[in-house]
């Protein structure tokens, strides 16, 4: 795998004030994951809500992770991760696997994959992937990866974690009538 620099353009002269993005780019709705893996037998993982599919052939997916992570270079090493994507009831797992420095596995329920990687009990939905390519963008690394295994259309179930405007949300079921 190679890292490759993405060049950003600095020449529209318009300086955006970082916090403005983010309030701005909050009004995005995103689901919200749980990037998994295994160092030294032990499971890893952090809340990411910049997750998406690539492609379907092959099957890609993407994901993106701050520099500054600890436990990102952790997964790299493994060359491979699953993905978790939150059902609604899960709010408390990603403040969770948000905080730095605490056990984030404490009180999970947790299984591994084919691959030894973390499944967390309750998810919508999981992804087993191998790293296939990464590249620093600003201050994230934006990491695409290939399924190799996926959760079975009988796991799907339940509403997905939702995040908007600075808070976590779930769809609304509305009576057909």
């Known amino acids: 795998m190679q890292t490759v620099q993405i060049p950003l353009d600095r020449a529209s002269g318009v300086a955006i004030e970082p916090r403005s993005f983010r309030n701005t780019l909050g009004h995005f709705a995103s689901g919200i994951t749980i990037i998994a893996g295994a160092s030294d037998g032990e499971p890893i993982g952090f809340t990411c809500q910049s997750f998406y599919s690539v492609s379907t052939e092959p099957p890609l997916i993407s994901f993106s992770v701050m520099l500054n992570s600890t436990t990102y270079p952790k997964i790299r090493?493994?060359?491979?991760?699953?993905?978790?994507?939150?059902?609604?009831?899960?709010?408390?797992?990603?403040?969770?696997?948000?905080?730095?420095?605490?056990?984030?596995?404490?009180?999970?329920?947790?299984?591994?994959?084919?691959?030894?990687?973390?499944?967390?009990?309750?998810?919508?939905?999981?992804?087993?992937?191998?790293?296939?390519?990464?590249?620093v963008a600003g201050d994230h690394y934006v990491v695409i990866g290939r399924v190799h295994e996926m959760s079975t259309p009988e796991w799907h179930a339940g509403q997905p974690l939702l995040y908007f405007k600075g808070q976590y949300r779930h769809l609304l079921q509305l009576e057909a009538g």
């Open 77 to 135: 090493a493994t060359g491979r991760f699953s993905v978790n994507v939150l059902s609604h009831s899960q709010h408390e797992i990603s403040n969770q696997f948000a905080r730095k420095g605490t056990d984030k596995w404490a009180g999970i329920d947790w299984k591994p994959t084919a691959k030894r990687n973390p499944v967390i009990a309750g998810t919508l939905m999981w992804l087993d992937c191998e790293i296939t390519a990464e590249y």
